[in-house]
T-cell receptor
Framework: AQSVTQLDSQVPVFEEAPVELRCNYS??????LFWYVQYPNQGLQLLLK??????LVESINGFEAEFNKSQTSFHLRKPSVHISDTAEYFC????????????FGKGTRLSVIA | DTAVSQTPKYLVTQMGNDKSIKCEQN?????MYWYKQDSKKFLKIMFS???????INETVPNRFSPKSPDKAHLNLHINSLELGDSAVYFC?????????FGEGSRLTVL
């Protein structure tokens, strides 16, 4: 079975500063990795995903994440955050066979301060 | 045009009552899910249906009964509601981990 650990439950950061949200996973088989974002009072939206190929994946709004197999990590980064990035961010993992449901981490609350 | 829609958005009810949440997706996905998000934002899968067939049933009390009349719909019925059932319930559809979520149904049991 897979599991996901998001070490930081809350990350406050000033506007235009860089941010890194950490995610580590555990699995005995190959996996797909995801970051989802949840804005207040909304459902989750897919931010970016790693399925195969390049280990660095990017989203359309400036976030990127790097799959590191040796460290079993998939940290999310953004070089300069905006107020509108304030949200809950969830890292998630599923088996690449597609036979297991998505397993989520406990989430990291990113608060961007003006 | 909403991709995954669930109703109602809010439910407030007394302990012991029965309630239902409906979910519909227009994305053509074969697989649909119900997730529960507790007050600490932790998301846990409850059920998964593929083409109207139950494929995942996590350790959820049997007071919770999903029903899928067709592959575009997955409804959730809850009997004998308890205080601990208070949460936000999310419906989702998709595959290979790429899920599309509804906006959630916030259930408050008094």
């Amino acid at each position: 079975a897979q599991s996901v650990t998001q070490l930081d439950s809350q990350v406050p950061v000033f506007e235009e500063a860089p941010v890194e949200l950490r995610c580590n996973y555990s699995s005995s088989v190959s996996v797909y990795l995801f970051w989802y974002v949840q804005y207040p009072n909304q459902g989750l939206q897919l931010l970016l995903k790693y399925l195969s190929g390049s280990t660095l994946v990017e989203s359309i709004n400036g976030f990127e994440a790097e799959f590191n197999k040796s460290q079993t990590s998939f940290h999310l980064r953004k070089p300069s955050v905006h107020i509108s990035d304030t949200a809950e961010y969830f890292c998630a993992v599923s088996e690449s066979s597609g036979n297991t449901p998505l397993v989520f981490g406990k989430g990291t609350r990113l608060s961007v301060i003006a | 045009d909403t991709a995954v829609s669930q109703t109602p958005k809010y439910l407030v009810t007394q302990m012991g009552n029965d309630k239902s949440i409906k979910c519909e997706q227009n994305l053509g996905h074969d697989t649909m899910y119900w997730y529960k998000q507790d007050s600490k934002k932790f998301l846990k899968i409850m059920f998964s249906y593929n083409n109207k067939e139950l494929i995942i049933n996590e350790t959820v009390p049997n007071r919770f009964s999903p029903k899928s009349p067709d592959k575009a719909h997955l409804n959730l019925h809850i009997n004998s509601l308890e205080l601990g059932d208070s949460a936000v319930y999310f419906c989702a559809s998709g595959h290979t981990g790429e899920l599309f979520f509804g906006e959630g149904s916030r259930l408050t049991v008094l």
